[in-house]
């Protein structure tokens, strides 16, 4: 009897030994906080999606904060004020991005957060920042982040409700007026079909079908199978995570002809890696950093992305995605805003600091926000890219 | 009609991984009586582990085999640093064992592999094959075939070896077994090592279709459970069954219902066979039948 019992209890110790090891490894995946208490530094959070299905877009996030807050450090910061960088992983989770969102507030009392990286976590924290009257300036793009206005809430993204007439003109300019969506039921694929089926009549666009799959799906062979059974002339896919590879390959294997159009979630090398040959001839709508000829040679954007480019790839060996330049025009409109403050950086004064936003050059565009656009995007920022042997080239 | 056989083959192929990984939860439960909550990450542990090998230089069947080896190795490992020691234990504790493994070891590949998704490519290059109009891919046919060697493989060694014989009879009477001289505790090791395998085996065959990541172990953990119950704990033929059923069941529900509820009515179909019929839908009275 004893021997059982002792047994047992070394089953259990093994048992939770393994569970908390397993909690310790599991808090170290989360970048941890330096939470240094300095005087005369900016507490900044940002919360991105390092893991999860949005990791491909979180981690060039990630990256980018980092080096760039080191170069305004290392460049004196802010009027003489450091900046203290506090980076969360929300594991495309929204309740882990509303833990991170009271964290940095209640325990880091950061002045203002950047992120977080999706649509669905955006809308997630919400009440926190409202909550806690301290700016935030998302990297996400669901129309409703930033329409209606939330006072506090600014977003570095373009907007669905941008990007899709955008698509819809390449389209027609193109011949094809009937397609077949199929989109996410998160928060970006969401909104996107939502836009798509508003904007739809108004733009002479027939949308024929529409299909959804859930985050995490890995068998999209149903939905395409219908679409593939109209007479849909292009399949437009409105999703951000990994998901996307499985579709560009699924419509090779069944043998659709049609051509592929994406979002601006699919400006990342994931993409192109996940779908191998299927991502040739895959066209989407993205800012001009992926081929920064885009910008114009010579003006002050193309200035700005290739320093950017050639300091990131320096850094990390790869070049920066669309959503490396969503982080970089969030820091920096945020250390902008920071400057013109006297005194206190306050939240309340450096939201309305960040407001005043005008004509800075970006990675993503130029952004001049007001108290009813706290966005500022247009169409003008955008072209359409086609991925050719594996790699991004302007469409024609 | 083209469609349909659409859906079907779709369905075939998702149901033939949960298969797999049905077989693996079965294996578990005939040798301990409990449920293996770590079955998911070794499916996950072999796709990266054969990324991670393919990423190293070796070539894909090299990777693939040294993938299979090595997952067997580390579900062999497990059984023996944190289940062994329970001993004869309940159930109860083997399955509070394998949960805290599941996390340990999704936590573990997040460290190591870093929590990018990772591809292989197809184990046969080219366009895919038409069957009365309808595209069934190559990778398709390859998932085909290595359930269906894995499965011949478990019945020879089950009906035709000693050590499956052992394995048998352990399931069925541990006692007995010991005293005719079967080492009932190397049983419950094979039985981890077999099943982490087959894990591996899904795993890695289906990592070209949809990649793979430290995270994708949970969820096919849930479906591959979902499919041995529903065809009946511990019988290997009702696994794979079970996870055939299940699997057209949700290409049938993504087709002509609305893929956003395909999870949720397969579990729905799943409780009510239960209600009915709670050895699941092929199973006999359990554990004896394997």
Same mark, same amino acid.
């Given at each position: 009897?004893?021997?059982?019992?002792?047994?047992?209890?070394?089953?259990?110790?093994?048992?939770?030994?393994?569970?908390?090891?397993?909690?310790?490894?599991?808090?170290?995946?989360?970048?941890?906080?330096?939470?240094?208490?300095?005087?005369?530094?900016?507490?900044?959070?940002?919360?991105?999606?390092?893991?999860?299905?949005?990791?491909?877009?979180?981690?060039? =996030?990630?990256?980018?904060?980092?080096? =760039?807050?080191?170069?305004?450090?290392?460049?004196?910061?802010?009027?003489?004020?450091?900046?203290?960088?506090?980076?969360?992983?929300?594991?495309?989770?929204? #309740?882990?991005?509303?833990?991170?969102?009271?964290?940095?507030?209640?325990?880091?009392?950061?002045?203002?957060?950047? %992120?977080?990286? %999706?649509?669905?976590?955006?809308?997630?924290?919400?009440?926190?920042?409202?909550?806690?009257?301290?700016?935030?300036?998302?990297?996400?793009?669901?129309? &409703?982040?930033?329409?209606?206005?939330?006072?506090?809430?600014?977003?570095?993204?373009?907007?669905?409700?941008?990007?899709?007439?955008?698509?819809?003109?390449?389209?027609?300019?193109?011949?094809?007026?009937?397609? $077949?969506?199929?989109?996410?039921?998160? %928060?970006?694929? #969401?909104?996107?079909?939502?836009?798509?089926?508003?904007?739809? &009549?108004?733009?002479?666009?027939?949308?024929?079908?529409?299909?959804?799959?859930?985050?995490?799906?890995?068998?999209?062979?149903?939905?395409?199978?219908?679409?593939?059974?109209?007479? #849909?002339?292009?399949?437009?896919?409105?999703?951000?995570?990994?998901?996307?590879?499985?579709?560009?390959? =699924?419509?090779?294997?069944?043998?659709?002809?049609?051509?592929?159009? $994406?979002?601006?979630?699919?400006?990342?090398?994931?993409?192109?890696?996940?779908? $191998?040959?299927?991502?040739?001839?895959?066209?989407?709508?993205?800012?001009?950093?992926?081929?920064?000829?885009?910008?114009?040679?010579?003006?002050?954007?193309?200035?700005?992305?290739?320093?950017?480019?050639?300091?990131?790839?320096?850094?990390?060996?790869?070049?920066?995605?669309?959503?490396?330049?969503?982080?970089?025009?969030?820091?920096?409109?945020?250390?902008?805003?920071?400057?013109?403050?006297? $005194?206190?950086?306050?939240?309340?004064?450096?939201?309305?600091?960040?407001?005043?936003?005008? %004509?800075?050059?970006?990675?993503?565009?130029?952004?001049?926000?007001?108290?009813?656009?706290?966005?500022?995007?247009?169409?003008?920022?955008?072209?359409?890219?086609?991925?050719?042997?594996?790699?991004?080239?302007? #469409?024609? | 009609?083209?469609?349909?056989?659409?859906?079907?083959?779709?369905?075939?192929?998702?149901?033939?991984?949960?298969?797999?990984?049905?077989?693996?939860?079965?294996?578990?439960?005939?040798?301990?009586?409990?449920?293996?909550?770590?079955?998911?990450?070794?499916?996950?542990?072999?796709?990266?582990?054969?990324?991670?090998?393919?990423?190293?230089?070796?070539?894909?069947?090299?990777?693939?085999?040294?993938?299979?080896?090595?997952?067997?190795?580390?579900?062999?490992?497990?059984?023996?640093?944190?289940? +062994?020691?329970?001993?004869?234990?309940?159930?109860? +504790?083997?399955?509070?064992?394998?949960?805290?493994?599941?996390?340990?070891?999704?936590?573990?590949?997040?460290?190591?592999?870093?929590?990018?998704?990772?591809?292989?490519?197809?184990?046969?290059?080219?366009?895919?094959?038409?069957?009365?109009?309808?595209?069934?891919? +190559?990778?398709?046919?390859?998932?085909?075939?290595?359930?269906?060697?894995?499965?011949?493989?478990?019945?020879?060694?089950?009906?035709?070896?000693?050590?499956?014989?052992?394995?048998?009879?352990?399931?069925?009477?541990?006692?007995?077994?010991?005293?005719?001289?079967?080492?009932?505790?190397?049983?419950?090791?094979?039985?981890?090592?077999?099943?982490?395998?087959?894990?591996?085996?899904?795993?890695?065959?289906?990592?070209? /279709?949809?990649?793979?990541?430290?995270?994708?172990?949970?969820?096919?953990?849930?479906?591959?459970?979902?499919?041995?119950?529903?065809?009946?704990?511990?019988?290997?033929?009702?696994?794979?069954?079970?996870?055939?059923?299940?699997?057209?069941?949700?290409?049938?529900?993504?087709?002509?219902?609305?893929?956003?509820?395909?999870?949720?009515?397969?579990?729905?179909?799943?409780? /009510?066979?239960?209600?009915? +019929?709670?050895?699941?839908?092929?199973?006999?009275?359990?554990?004896?039948?394997?």
């Amino acid at each position: 009897m004893r021997g059982r019992t002792l047994k047992l209890s070394m089953a259990m110790l093994i048992a939770a030994l393994a569970v908390s090891l397993a909690i310790f490894i599991g808090a170290c995946g989360s970048k941890k906080s330096s939470n240094s208490s300095s005087n005369g530094s900016i507490k900044v959070g940002a919360i991105v999606s390092l893991t999860g299905s949005y990791a491909a877009l979180g981690q060039p =996030e990630q990256n980018t904060l980092n080096m =760039e807050v080191k170069k305004i450090n290392d460049a004196g910061g802010i009027n003489g004020k450091q900046i203290d960088l506090m980076i969360k992983d929300d594991g495309t989770d929204d #309740a882990k991005a509303v833990a991170a969102a009271s964290e940095l507030i209640t325990q880091d009392h950061v002045v203002a957060i950047l %992120g977080p990286t %999706g649509s669905s976590t955006t809308m997630a924290i919400r009440g926190n920042i409202d909550r806690a009257g301290i700016p935030e300036i998302s990297m996400a793009a669901a129309t &409703p982040i930033t329409n209606p206005v939330d006072k506090l809430v600014f977003a570095t993204a373009w907007p669905n409700s941008v990007v899709v007439p955008f698509t819809f003109d390449y389209l027609k300019k193109n011949g094809i007026t009937k397609i $077949g969506a199929i989109t996410d039921t998160g %928060g970006f694929g #969401a909104d996107g079909l939502a836009v798509i089926k508003a904007a739809a &009549p108004k733009m002479g666009m027939t949308v024929v079908d529409s299909e959804t799959f859930n985050p995490g799906d890995t068998d999209m062979t149903a939905q395409l199978t219908k679409i593939k059974n109209t007479d #849909a002339q292009a399949v437009l896919m409105w999703t951000a995570g990994p998901e996307g590879t499985i579709i560009a390959k =699924e419509m090779q294997d069944l043998g659709m002809k049609i051509p592929l159009y $994406g979002s601006h979630g699919n400006g990342n090398l994931q993409f192109i890696q996940g779908a $191998g040959a299927a991502a040739n001839g895959v066209k989407f709508p993205a800012g001009k950093i992926l081929v920064p000829a885009a910008y114009g040679k010579g003006s002050a954007g193309y200035t700005q992305a290739t320093a950017f480019i050639t300091a990131y790839q320096a850094a990390y060996g790869a070049a920066p995605t669309t959503f490396a330049g969503h982080a970089f025009d969030a820091i920096h409109i945020l250390a902008d805003a920071a400057k013109t403050v006297s $005194g206190d950086v306050t939240a309340a004064a450096l939201r309305d600091a960040i407001e005043q936003t005008s %004509g800075y050059v970006g990675i993503s565009g130029d952004f001049t926000f007001s108290p009813t656009d706290h966005n500022g995007m247009t169409p003008k920022a955008l072209v359409m890219y086609e991925i050719v042997n594996g790699k991004w080239t302007l #469409a024609k | 009609m083209t469609e349909l056989l659409q859906f079907l083959i779709a369905g075939l192929k998702n149901g033939a991984i949960y298969s797999l990984v049905a077989l693996g939860f079965t294996m578990v439960y005939a040798a301990t009586g409990a449920i293996n909550f770590a079955q998911g990450q070794f499916f996950m542990l072999g796709g990266m582990l054969g990324a991670a090998f393919v990423g190293a230089g070796l070539p894909l069947p090299l990777a693939a085999l040294a993938a299979v080896l090595a997952t067997a190795l580390i579900g062999a490992v497990f059984e023996l640093v944190a289940v +062994r020691p329970i001993g004869d234990g309940d159930p109860l +504790r083997i399955i509070m064992v394998t949960i805290g493994g599941s996390v340990l070891f999704s936590q573990l590949a997040l460290h190591v592999f870093g929590p990018d998704t990772r591809s292989l490519t197809t184990f046969t290059a080219g366009p895919s094959l038409k069957v009365l109009g309808a595209a069934v891919e +190559r990778q398709t046919i390859w998932i085909w075939c290595l359930t269906a060697l894995a499965v011949a493989g478990l019945a020879l060694l089950y009906r035709r070896t000693m050590f499956g014989r052992a394995m048998r009879a352990t399931s069925l009477h541990r006692d007995a077994a010991r005293l005719v001289g079967i080492n009932a505790r190397a049983m419950v090791t094979a039985s981890f090592a077999l099943a982490a395998a087959l894990g591996a085996v899904a795993g890695l065959a289906v990592a070209p /279709l949809t990649q793979t990541s430290f995270q994708v172990g949970s969820g096919v953990a849930v479906k591959g459970f979902a499919a041995a119950i529903l065809g009946g704990l511990g019988d290997p033929a009702a696994a794979v069954a079970g996870g055939l059923v299940l699997g057209i069941l949700e290409s049938l529900t993504a087709g002509y219902i609305d893929p956003t509820y395909k999870d949720g009515v397969a579990l729905i179909i799943l409780l /009510l066979v239960l209600f009915v +019929r709670h050895q699941g839908l092929f199973g006999g009275s359990g554990r004896e039948k394997v």
